[in-house]
């Protein structure tokens, strides 16, 4: 399958086949245990859950941003743990247009993982066509997940992004217009966002029914962001949602760009770094 995304009849298709494992990465940032809880409510057969604090990032040390991402060996050892291989297709999805659900396709694709899909329009669109949920926790075998080819180069670090904007890079911020205009900041200590930096909201990427829009129609909205003669980086408030802006860009069929992954929450950490406010001319 050439395309990240995978519909619920598709997949729907493939449930019972072994090679294929469901991710069920819902999360709620104020009120971590709830996506469990709607987890244990219901979920697609047979998947698994991600819990974005404890399986898609590790403790943020002091200098961290909210969500930094794990150590690749306990990444691989998670996957193990879920009975994922190398071999098997993975299909993750959640219930905010794949928000959430983003991070851990990219977090595949960054170690390796080529068959790797979201769920078109989340569990909202299994639940549209009428498809089976279910209560039972599966049992699953742990396996070894081996990564033969880890993408570090896709990692942008804080210390990289000013050398990389004045090397012609392209940061693109995937958080909310009034966020990164600094008239709002829910999450965050210090509203603004990264001088050079451009905003592009990752729900710029929906349709109202919380789908992607088709691929020809991302190819004319993001091909301008993406051919940048330094590259394109993505970022957000934390790391995840920037992954969503990626999905994008490979669902576009351009490829794949890097993540800043302190994002925002881990450049305030140092109140000496600049800070800019309102919208880009």
């Not at 999450?187 to 829009?213: K, Q, T, Y």
């Not at 860009?249 to 109140?271: F, K």
Request: with cysteine.
């Amino acid at each position: 399958m050439a395309s990240p995304l995978i519909s619920s009849t598709a997949l729907a298709k493939r449930l019972g086949d072994p090679a294929w494992i469901a991710v069920d990465c819902r999360f709620v940032l104020t009120d971590p245990d709830a996506g469990h809880a709607a987890y244990r409510q219901g979920h697609i057969p047979g998947a698994r859950y991600a819990h974005l604090d404890n399986d898609l990032a590790r403790v943020p040390g002091p200098a961290d941003g909210r969500h930094p991402l794990p150590r690749v060996e306990d990444f691989t050892d998670t996957l193990g743990a879920w009975g994922i291989s190398d071999a098997s297709h993975v299909v993750v999805y959640d219930d905010m247009s794949g928000a959430i659900a983003a991070r851990l396709w990219w977090m595949l694709r960054w170690t390796g993982h080529r068959a790797a899909y979201v769920l078109d329009g989340g569990l909202q669109a299994w639940e549209a066509a009428e498809l089976p949920l279910d209560r039972e926790i599966p049992a699953v075998r742990a396996t070894e997940y081996v990564a033969h080819d880890v993408h570090r180069d896709w990692v942008v670090s804080t210390e990289q992004v000013s050398l990389e904007l004045a090397n012609g890079a392209r940061l693109v911020d995937a958080r909310a217009p009034e966020r990164f205009q600094g008239l709002t900041e829910p999450i965050d200590s210090v509203a603004g966002h990264i001088p050079g930096a451009i905003n592009w909201p990752f729900s710029e990427a929906l349709r109202s029914d919380g789908s992607m829009r088709p691929a020809d129609e991302l190819h004319t909205r993001l091909k301008q962001l993406s051919d940048q003669p330094g590259g394109f980086i993505a970022m957000c408030g934390s790391g995840v949602t920037a992954c969503h802006l990626l999905l994008a860009v490979n669902a576009a069929g351009l490829g794949d760009g890097r993540v800043y992954t302190g994002s925002w929450s881990e450049w305030i950490r140092d109140p000496e770094r600049p800070i800019a406010t309102g919208a880009i001319s």
